[in-house]
């Protein structure tokens, strides 16, 4: 079997296989959150106990191996093991494979990087290699969206505080503090901890609430926009990737 078809395999791209390994690998993933969850539930039956060590030894294993295959078949080894995924496929088994050592069985916080596996969901999802696309080609609309934003957040800061100030010298002490008041508005999830009491303050915050919902509306619709634009130009990718391997298949 050649290098390029064992990587076809383990990405879920194979002509034959499709995304059967993939959708494999996906679900030892998911399967390894729900057990990092479960093993914190105080008086664990030993039996769940076992169950769960099983589980996560199965899981170093498939985890540890689909990376050794994907170094020993990566035409550039060393560019793959020092890339971003190289780094994530690496981390989602080796802290965990530590913890048997004696000597590091007590730094506890080897098992938060458990939770590095995953971003690999994210690795072999067409859905999302077409969403960080997207993100990419309205970057810097998305960048100018977010200066506004921080621009709107400062001024309704100072804005709240000049109101509220003489009348909630403690709760509005100053601008920094004010800034909580202005996220939790434009989010419109108001905790309560922070309220206007005076008639501008209040107005204020009813016109900060109707500008909050806007604020999550422009960048959904540029996203929005770029996904439709990537999904146009993918299909006519995906149609003659078919056809190329349907003309090859009946070559052979």
């Not at 383990?10 to 002509?15: E, F, N, S, V, Y």
């Not at 769940?48 to 050794?68: K, N, P, R």
């Not at 530590?98 to 971003?119: C, E, G, K, S």
């Not at 810097?140 to 200066?147: F, H, I, K, R, S």
């Amino acid at each position: 079997m050649q290098r390029q078809e064992v990587l076809a395999i383990l990405d879920g791209t194979h002509p034959r296989l499709g995304r059967s390994v993939a959708f494999a690998l996906d679900g030892l993933i998911v399967l390894s959150a729900l057990a990092i969850a479960v093993e914190t539930v105080p008086g664990l039956p030993r039996g769940w106990q076992f169950t769960l060590q099983v589980l996560e030894d199965v899981i170093i294993f498939v985890f540890a191996s689909e990376y050794m295959v994907r170094l020993l078949s990566a035409p550039r080894k060393r560019d793959y093991a020092l890339s971003f995924w190289g780094i994530i496929d690496l981390l989602a088994w080796l802290p965990a494979l530590l913890l048997f050592l004696p000597a590091t069985q007590a730094i506890r916080v080897l098992r938060l990087v458990r939770l590095l596996r995953l971003i690999k969901l994210f690795d072999t999802a067409p859905a999302l290699h077409r969403l960080a696309t997207a993100f990419g080609r309205v970057r810097a609309e998305l960048v100018v969206w977010g200066v506004l934003s921080a621009l709107l957040l400062y001024v309704a800061a100072v804005g709240i505080y000049v109101f509220e100030n003489p009348a909630q010298p403690e709760v509005f002490s100053s601008i920094p503090a004010a800034l909580w008041w202005s996220v939790v508005s434009f989010t419109t999830v108001g905790y309560g901890d922070m309220f206007p009491i005076t008639p501008g303050g209040r107005i204020m915050t009813t016109f900060m609430l109707f500008i909050g919902l806007g604020i999550f509306a422009v960048p959904a619709a540029i996203v929005t926009t770029a996904l439709l634009e990537a999904e146009t130009n993918v299909r006519p990718r995906s149609r003659d990737r078919r056809s190329d391997a349907d003309d090859s298949r009946d070559e052979t």
